[in-house]
């Protein structure tokens, strides 16, 4: 019965153990799922800045693969070309151990795509929980399009403005255009009124 007692609690654990890391796996397997589907790019960096994985959105934003993007700096993204480098990839590290600057905020930058061309993107870093070095999560998602609304709101408004002000000169103009020629016919009216008889038709 001891023997059978202490077989039962070695299944008993050992089950349990697989229930966990069974659903430990459909954890990741959601987590992951999620990740790879999200529309913004996504890029995990380590903690000496280097691009430990990319998801499918990141990979159509800067049009480079997943496969070409791993293993490179971080700072290669948000970094001019001019500037990267050992430079560029000390900058990006600086970044991500200084939590005040940049953890858990959203930061509007410019970024580059593989072909070196830019755009601007609004980026977000979070730190991941991890019982090993330091990980991150950055969040980036291309605000091109909101810019450039942004940009013909601001010229719409100022065209506006600049009609507004066209119409208060042209009506002041318009008044002061009126005016001169009323002045003496009011006048005229004045003096008719005073030197005719007061018969109501020359009223």
């Not at 980026?123 to 929980?129: F, M, N, S």
């Not at 000169?169 to 003096?191: K, S, T, Y």
Request: net charge neutral; with cysteine.
């Amino acid at each position: 019965l001891e023997a059978l007692d202490g077989i039962g609690n070695q299944l008993g654990q050992f089950i349990q153990r697989k229930r966990a890391e069974e659903a430990a796996s459909r954890s990741k397997a959601r987590k992951a799922a999620i990740v790879e589907s999200a529309l913004d790019a996504v890029v995990f960096i380590d903690h000496a800045g280097t691009i430990a994985d990319f998801n499918a959105a990141a990979e159509k934003t800067f049009g480079c693969a997943r496969s070409e993007a791993v293993g490179r700096p971080f700072a290669d993204l948000i970094v001019p070309p001019a500037l990267r480098g050992q430079r560029g990839a000390e900058a990006a590290a600086r970044l991500l151990a200084d939590e005040a600057v940049l953890l858990g905020k959203r930061l509007e930058i410019p970024a580059y795509r593989a072909d070196g061309t830019e755009f601007p993107a609004e980026l977000a870093i979070t730190r991941l929980p991890t019982d090993g070095p330091q990980m991150f999560a950055g969040f980036l998602r291309d605000i091109s399009e909101h810019v450039w609304l942004e940009q013909v709101l601001k010229q719409r408004a100022q065209e506006l403005a600049e009609a507004d002000r066209r119409k208060t000169e042209f009506l002041a103009m318009l008044a002061h255009e009126l005016r001169n020629p009323l002045a003496p016919i009011r006048n005229g009216v004045d003096l008719l009124r005073r030197l005719l008889p007061p018969e109501p038709r020359f009223r």
